[in-house]
T-cell receptor, first 120, second 113 residues
Framework: EPEVTQTPSHQVTQMGQEVILRCVPI?????FYWYRQILGQKVEFLVS????????KSEIFDDQFSVERPDGSNFTLKIRSTKLEDSAMYFC??????????????????FGPGTRLTVL | DAKTTQPPSMDCAEGRAANLPCNHSTISGNEYVYWYRQIHSQGPQYIIH???NNETNEMASLIITEDRKSSTLILPHATLRDTAVYYC??????????????FGKGTKLSVIP
């Protein structure tokens, strides 16, 4: 069964450094997302991406963050200058965003295993 | 904040059915009810979703009340591996313009041997 994959599984970085988190969405999916979860807290939406542009973003997703789909398979989240409070699990998700007339939608989001980012 | 209300925790005996309730009294007519679960710190796992009708798949059943103000996720034969946090999320369907999932605190289900 197709899965969303993420690399690395764990990233340790120094405060102020740039990090790039990588995701390979499920093939043929059209919508891509990043969420994060600070330890012990809720899963929070960061950004959604469709047709090579951001379609939605949350207040968390400020100028320090950027997303890119550099090729046909990867979807990346870049944090330019990491802060201690960026330490969290980062989850990538993808969905097919197909509409089926008179039936349930098939735009279900499927999540990857996450990247644990630790900022020291 | 999440638009759904769930009990913070529940226990279920292994082999028994686990019935997880969710209240979504302010749900609008075009919003779906989605259920995900998260085991430890793994990525949220999709379970099932529905709009009006009851739904069943290989993992679970979803029972939605006629007025759509509440629903119940049923795991028919809970195993120890079903111990997880279960999230009930209401979200617009295709064309809604917003597809983000808003997670609440969910229900921590503990399956007991």
């Amino acid at each position: 069964e197709p899965e969303v994959t993420q690399t690395p599984s764990h990233q340790v970085t120094q405060m102020g450094q740039e990090v790039i988190l990588r995701c390979v969405p499920i093939s043929n999916h059209l919508y891509f997302y990043w969420y994060r979860q600070i330890l012990g807290q809720k899963v929070e939406f960061l950004v959604s991406f469709y047709n090579n542009e951001i379609s939605e973003k949350s207040e968390i997703f400020d100028d320090q963050f950027s997303v890119e789909r550099p090729d046909g398979s990867n979807f990346t989240l870049k944090i330019r200058s990491t802060k201690l409070e960026d330490s969290a699990m980062y989850f990538c998700a993808s969905s097919p965003l197909l509409v089926v007339w008179r039936s349930s939608s098939t735009d279900t989001q499927y999540f990857g295993p996450g990247t644990r980012l630790t900022v020291l | 904040d999440a638009k759904t209300t769930q009990p913070p925790s529940m226990d279920c005996a292994e082999g028994r059915a686990a019935n997880l309730p969710c209240n979504h009294s302010t749900i609008s007519g075009n919003e779906y009810v989605y259920w995900y679960r998260q085991i430890h710190s793994q990525g949220p796992q999709y379970i099932i979703h529905g709009l009006k009708n009851n739904e069943t798949n290989e993992m679970a059943s979803l029972i939605i009340t006629e007025d759509r103000k509440s629903s119940t996720l049923i795991l028919p034969h809970a195993t120890l591996r079903d111990t997880a946090v279960y999230y009930c999320i209401s979200r617009g369907g295709p064309g809604a313009g917003s597809y983000q999932l808003t997670f609440g605190k969910g229900t921590k289900l503990s399956v007991i041997p």
